[in-house]
């Protein structure tokens, strides 16, 4: 695939025509049987999320502490990927794993000494370029970091609101 054909298009659409490049995306969760459980549908596919099993849940299913970290994942290796490509940094591979750490008694209400959320999270890279240099390997992550959305939404959180109907 030529990264540089397929968004040159883009790109220039972009430039063009301002305020084409906002888009939307929307997740909806709706109920299920259980007070434990719930669907989440994103448009183009639909998951089974429901609560960890430290606060209740089976351990069957992804729990939405998985799915955030799980988007920064995937959103880091794509990110990575594609910064990789436009830099003519050819690799073997590319693996991200994130970690993250909370303490479920926040969430419990059980201490108001712990938060609720996750306190720490990590994002570990396993890169195999063997033709990259240090330097291009430096740039590689810088980009990567600046680029990547989930990233940049967690590093600098986006106004949040809620509406209750």
């Not at 990567?144 to 990233?151: A, G, L, N, P």
């Amino acid at each position: 695939m030529d990264l540089r054909s397929v968004q040159r298009p883009l790109k220039k659409k972009y430039r063009d025509e301002p305020g084409s490049s906002r888009i939307t995306l929307e997740a909806k969760a709706s109920q299920q049987e259980t007070p434990i459980s719930c669907s989440v549908d994103v448009g183009r596919a639909v998951y089974e999320a429901e609560a960890h099993a430290g606060v209740g849940g089976t351990g069957e299913a992804a729990c939405s502490g998985d799915l955030l970290l799980g988007a920064l994942a995937a959103c880091a290796q794509v990110t990575c990927q594609m910064v990789a490509e436009a830099m003519g940094i050819e690799t073997e591979r590319i693996e991200v794993t994130v970690t993250g750490e909370m303490d479920l008694a926040g969430t419990l209400g059980i201490s108001e000494d712990a938060p609720v959320g996750f306190e720490s999270i990590r994002t570990s890279f396993d890169i195999v370029a063997p033709e990259a240099t240090d330097e291009q390997l430096e740039n590689l992550r810088d980009k990567t970091e600046e680029y990547c959305v989930v990233f940049q939404t967690l590093a600098n959180p986006a106004e949040l609101r809620t509406e209750w109907t």
